[in-house]
């Protein structure tokens, strides 16, 4: 079964570091763009970050850029994302997605089951 | 990178057909076929129903169909089922391998 699983989430400081994961199994992950999106309570989605299949080229939202790294090891089919001086605006559920578009052009064909990530004090 | 603008409701009846819009601009929507759409149920991850602006998955219903116009791309669902309720959710490639959603729209099956 094509699928990914989501790692990590929870309640962090504002300021504070968290790591997310997601394993991929069922296809070839060397083989994808890799993306994570989120979601604030109660309201849409936002694209985050990508990740070339070979982690050769990564792209972020503006809003985390210099904050969050997306990082990938193909040889253990999983997907990061390390997010560092969280605020509380990060606050939300964060899917890894799987792209299915050959140049990473957005096609967002398997989602992760979400993660919530809470900042607060 | 700011959002692509969709309507926040839109409602139809069983049966009927409804079109929802998402309108962005020349440099993402007006400027690539490559506009995708996703629906989401309450606590559910998003589930995609259109790529490339009008190609369906396997497995997705015939009743959900999708177009461009300019900066506006659209999705229209007919003959209006209740479980076509949820949120659905526009993205369009914004170039330089990055993408933006729209604000999502929650239709609702009268």
């Known amino acids: 079964e094509v699928q990914l699983v989501q790692f990590g989430g929870g309640l962090v400081q504002p300021g504070g570091s968290l790591r997310l994961s997601c394993a991929a199994s069922g296809f070839t992950f060397s083989s994808y763009w890799m993306t994570w999106v989120r979601q604030a309570p109660g309201k849409g989605l936002e694209w985050v970050a990508n990740i070339h299949k070979e982690g050769s080229e990564k792209n972020y939202v503006d809003s985390v850029k210099g904050r969050f790294t997306i990082s990938r090891d193909n040889a253990k089919n999983s997907l990061f994302l390390q997010m560092n001086s969280l605020r509380a605006e990060d606050t939300a559920v964060y899917y890894c997605?799987?792209?299915?578009?050959?140049?990473?052009?957005?096609?967002?064909?398997?989602w992760g089951q979400g993660t919530l990530v809470t900042v607060s004090s | 990178q700011s959002a692509l603008t969709q309507p926040a409701s839109v409602s139809g009846s069983p049966g009927q057909s409804i079109t929802i819009s998402c309108t962005g601009t020349s440099s993402d929507v007006g400027s690539y076929n490559l506009v995708s759409w996703y629906q989401q149920h309450p606590g559910k991850a998003p589930k995609l129903m259109i790529y490339?602006?009008?190609m369906r998955p396997s497995g997705i219903s015939n009743r959900f169909s999708g177009s461009k116009s300019g900066n506006t791309a659209s999705l229209t669902i007919s003959g209006l089922q209740a479980e076509d309720e949820a949120d659905y959710y526009c993205c369009s490639y914004a170039g330089g391998s990055t993408s933006v959603f729209g604000g999502g729209t929650k239709l609702t099956v009268l």
């Open positions: 997605a799987r792209d299915g578009s050959y140049y990473g052009t957005g096609e967002f064909d398997i």
């Open positions: 490339e602006g009008s």
